[in-house]
Structure formats: C-alpha cells, structure tokens
C-alpha cells in the first residue's frame, strides 16, 4: 500500500540559512498534518491543512510556513534556521470527513541538522 | 489543552509475556484516541485507532481499549517478542480533531 512520502530524507543547513520539507500523501487523502519531534521528545504539532486550507495551527515559529497544493501534496518552509531547530519533522495524512474515524498516517520524517 | 500521560515511561520483560501498557488523558471529549509504535530514529507506526464510540480494537496479538469517561487507554500485547521492542505513544486529538496530542510513550524491551 502507497504511504506518505517525505524528501528529502535528511538535511544538514547551516544557522540562518533556509529549507524547505516536502510531503506526499497517500492518495485520496486531503488532509496534512506536521510535526516536529526533537531528540528524546514527542512529537509536536506544528500546523494542518484540510482540502487546501489550513485547519489548524499548534507550536509553529513565525520563521516557518507551510501550504498544501492542488495535489494535495504540502511544503514546510523553514527561514533563519537555528541550531534548536534540528529535530525529525514529520508529515502525515488522513482522509478528510467523520473525525472520529481519522487515522494520522505518518511518513518516515525528514531529519534536519542545523549546525 | 488535552494532556496525555503514559505509564510506565520504561518497560523490560522476558520474551512471551503478557504486558499492559497504559495511557491517561484530561479531556474525555475526544473524537478518538490511537496508538503508534515507534523504532529508534524512525517513523511513526499506527497500530490501532479507536473510535469514541468504541470500547476497544483488535489487530494480532495488540488489543486496545478505552475508558472515556475515566479518561483511560490500556495497550495489551500478548505473547510478547523481540521483535515488539520500541517506543510506543498513544496520541488523542485536540478539540479541532486535527491535531494531535502525544503521550511520551513507553520504552519496551522484551529479552529473548
């Protein structure tokens, strides 16, 4: 079965400079979420996307924006980078409809270090 | 803010032992509430979503339940392996049903 796919896989950047995750879903899903999970942390919700439009906002820095696409598919763009911003950010998707049926399909993640 | 809680936050048994794994919530108006494995390093694993309507769900040897209005979840895996051996987070939704809030999980070990 298709998952959802996250690129790159991992990113090294260094502090001020710029990066941008990509994130597929699995198909006929149109709903994405974004995490961020630190070393020896859980996961932290950072932003999600329903059918295009944002759904909901948690813990996401000002530096950061992310958009969902015509084809479902979503971007994380991080600027000015900081070192505290090396963490395993990951994406999932749902399909959209009854909530008390979503099921989070999370993708493999993206590992970012700042140095 | 729905706060999660996992007990015990670290775990070691022999290989084909029963074990429970336990998660608390808040909040009980949740939409559902779903269970991840994780492996060091690596994505999150769904293992089991159950809906608010429900008491409990069953994949293999997993068997999860629900308690909503004690705010409770127990995780059992039976005949436990080797191979069982990860971090596992159980997760509920905030109040927009989108995002979720995780448990810090519990570190299984099972030793052959």
């Known amino acids: 079965a298709a998952g959802v796919i996250q690129s790159p896989r991992h990113l090294i950047k260094e502090k001020r400079e710029t990066a941008t995750l990509k994130c597929y879903p699995i198909?006929?899903?149109?709903?994405v979420y974004w995490y961020q999970q630190g070393p020896g942390q859980d996961p932290q919700f950072l932003i999600s996307f329903y059918e295009k439009m944002q759904s909901d906002k948690g813990s996401i820095p000002d530096r950061f924006s992310a958009q969902q696409f015509s084809d479902y598919h979503s971007e994380l763009n991080m600027s000015s980078l900081e070192l505290g911003d090396s963490a395993l950010y990951f994406c999932a998707s749902s399909n959209g409809g009854d909530r008390s049926i979503y099921e989070q399909y999370f993708g493999p993640g993206t590992r970012l270090t700042v140095t | 803010k729905q706060e999660v809680t996992q007990i015990p936050a670290a775990l070691s048994v022999p290989e084909g032992e029963n074990l429970v794994l336990n998660c608390s919530f808040t909040?009980?108006?949740?939409?559902?509430l779903q269970w991840f494995r994780q492996d060091p390093g690596k994505g999150l694993t769904s293992l089991l979503l159950i809906q608010s309507s429900q008491r409990e769900q069953t994949s293999g040897r997993l068997n999860a339940s629900l308690d909503k209005s004690s705010g409770r979840s127990t995780l059992y895996i039976a005949a436990s392996q080797p191979g069982d051996s990860a971090t596992y987070l159980c997760?509920?939704?905030?109040?927009?049903?989108?995002?979720?809030?995780f448990g810090k999980g519990t570190s299984l070990l099972v030793t052959p």
């Open positions: 198909p006929r899903h149109d709903t």
């Open positions: 909040d009980s108006a949740i939409y559902n």
């Open positions: 997760a509920v939704p905030s109040n927009s049903g989108y995002a979720l809030n």
